[in-house]
């Protein structure tokens, strides 16, 4: 009874050991993996940095070419395609003012990144984890 019980202890004493190790191994393996997703993102938000750059001087370019279109409407030459071309002036303004915005949020802000990433990372790992245990849907 006494070699049973010394038995039972030292299998659950190995199991949990081992349980141990794995979990210690999976826990460095992530943290390597979100140490390279940081690296990752370090570089990603230096590329960041010239794009905004460039989006700024496209918008003081695409001032420059309303102050000129305005100047030009004012002596009256060719109104209705001057007017046209203002309008597609103030739309791209739109569109590259809100790039601008979102490459600021991105280049200001990175966690939004990191929190996107770890949850995309984790659901695609929980949908491997279904399938392999076979709980996945039916395709």
Not at 40 to 63: C, I, K, Y
Not at 68 to 89: C, H, V
Not at 110 to 128: C, G, H, M, V
Request: with cysteine.
């Amino acid at each position: 009874m006494i070699k049973t019980l010394k038995d039972l202890v030292l299998a659950l004493l190995n199991a949990t050991l081992i349980l141990l190790s794995i979990c210690l191994f999976l826990g460095w393996k992530l943290f390597a993996t979100l140490k390279e997703a940081r690296e990752g993102f370090t570089e990603n938000l230096s590329l960041v940095a010239p794009l905004r750059d460039d989006v700024r001087g496209v918008r003081s370019d695409l001032q420059g070419l309303r102050s000129q279109l305005a100047t030009l409407s004012e002596t009256g030459a060719a109104q209705p395609q001057i007017q046209r071309t203002l309008a597609r002036l103030n739309e791209i303004e739109g569109r590259i003012e809100a790039a601008q915005t979102r490459l600021s949020d991105l280049a200001d802000k990175p966690e939004q990144l990191i929190d996107y990433t770890i949850t995309k990372s984790a659901d695609a790992f929980a949908n491997r984890v279904a399938d392999l245990r076979g709980c996945s849907p039916a395709s």
